[in-house]
Structure formats: structure tokens, C-alpha cells
T-cell receptor, first 109, second 117 residues
């Protein structure tokens, strides 16, 4: 079966750095997405990786290793507004999106 | 990116009743997607709504329970029929658009939070 694993919850301190990991087992691979979802709101797109390596976008970076079935989202200079759930999703060989359950990130002052 | 208006934002419903969720997009799109998000769980695709044809349902979801309409390229409805407490969830409408990264990215409506008593 197809599966996306990510930690259920993480806690970090304002101003610090946090890395949220995502491992996947899917039938084929056509890209990996990270979305941010604040409580009670819709998910919003953060990043996309289809080739191995690091994609940097401001305070957020996303890394992909296709051979390891692994990605991480790196958040730097954490702000209180970064408290949210972070969803990892992989597009498989049939172009279907497989979603992880999300990682709830709690930022403490 | 597209702007999606979804309503109702939340509702409390009685067991056995049906509720229709509306989704309006500010641009024409070929496909609209309906998702369910239960607490602490993944987003689960219910169906893909295509204008001019029957919706395509994912495994575990059937038209009798979740009838979908798609009368034009900017609007769709999802009905949750004969509701039970197990249908309590957030229902999300979404569309797919190309992004600068080359990916087809989903944009979501704000969601409809249903509680079935």
C-alpha cells in the first residue's frame, strides 16, 4: 500500500529552527508537496520538490531524496505565526496525491 | 491563484438529514476536487467533479451518499446524504492550477465543518 509518515506533533521555540520529516512509500513518484494549515483554515501551498536537493524560499526550505523516499521541511527564525499543521503529500505514478496526516507544530515563546 | 468561496463554513445537522455544500471559484477550471478531513487524519479525496460529465469517485465513496453537481466551470456542490455521526468532518473544495515551480498546486476553499448529532 501507499503510505506517508510524518511526526504527529513537534514543539519548538520562537526564533529557533525546526525540521519536519516526511517519509513515503508510493507507487511511483511525480513530485512532493508541503502545505501549511492553520487551525480552522484551508491548507495553503508552501513548496514543491521533484528533483533531489534543497529548495529554498525565504525562511522555509524543503529537501528531497528520492532514493531514500524522504523529505524534510526546514523552518528558520521561527515566529509564533508558524504555529500550524504541516502536510506532506506525494503525487504517485497515476498522478494521484497521497497525503500524510500532518505534523502539528507548536511554537513557544 | 484562484479564489474559492465555500459555504456553509459550519453546520450542525441531525442524523438522517442531508446537507449541500457549495463551492464557487473566481475563474473557470476543468476539474474541482472534494476532500474530507477528519480530525488528526489525512486529507481524503472523495471525488473529482468534471463539468459536463459524471463525477469520478474514489474507492469507498459512492454517488448515492455523496452526490455531486457541476453545472458550469466555476461552480460545484457536494451533498452529504442521510448523515450519521461518522460523517462529522471538514469538507474541502479545491482546484488545481499551474505554479511557477512547474507543479500543479491545489488551492482550497476555507472548508465546511459539519457536526452530525
Amino acid at each position: 500500500g501507499q503510505n506517508i509518515d510524518q511526526p504527529t506533533e513537534m514543539t519548538a521555540t520562537e526564533g529557533a529552527i525546526v525540521q519536519i520529516n516526511c517519509t513515503y512509500q508510493t507507487s511511483g513518484f511525480n513530485g512532493l508537496f508541503w502545505y501549511q494549515q492553520h487551525a480552522g483554515e484551508a491548507p495553503t501551498f508552501l513548496s514543491y520538490n521533484v528533483l533531489d536537493g534543497l529548495e529554498e524560499k525565504g525562511r522555509f526550505s524543503s529537501f528531497l531524496s528520492r532514493s531514500k523516499g524522504y523529505s524534510y521541511l526546514l523552518l528558520k527564525e521561527l515566529q509564533m505565526k508558524d504555529s500550524a499543521s504541516y502536510l506532506c503529500a506525494v503525487r504517485d505514478s497515476n498522478y494521484q496525491l497521497i497525503w500524510g496526516a500532518g505534523t502539528k507544530l507548536i511554537i513557544k515563546p | 491563484s484562484a479564489v474559492i468561496s465555500q459555504k456553509p463554513s459550519r453546520d450542525i445537522c441531525q442524523r438522517g438529514t442531508s446537507l449541500t455544500i457549495q463551492c464557487q471559484v473566481d475563474s473557470q477550471v476543468t476539474m474541482m476536487f472534494w476532500y474530507r478531513q477528519q480530525p488528526g487524519q489525512s486529507l481524503t479525496l472523495i471525488a473529482t467533479a468534471n463539468q459536463g460529465s459524471e463525477a469520478t469517485y474514489e474507492s469507498g465513496f459512492v454517488i448515492d451518499k455523496f452526490p455531486i453537481s457541476r453545472p458550469n466551470l466555476t461552480f460545484s456542490t457536494l451533498t452529504v446524504s442521510n448523515m450519521s455521526p461518522e460523517d462529522s468532518s471538514i469538507y474541502l473544495c479545491s482546484v488545481e492550477q499551474g505554479a511557477a515551480s512547474g507543479a500543479n498546486v491545489l488551492t482550497f476553499g476555507a472548508g465546511s465543518r459539519l457536526t452530525v448529532l
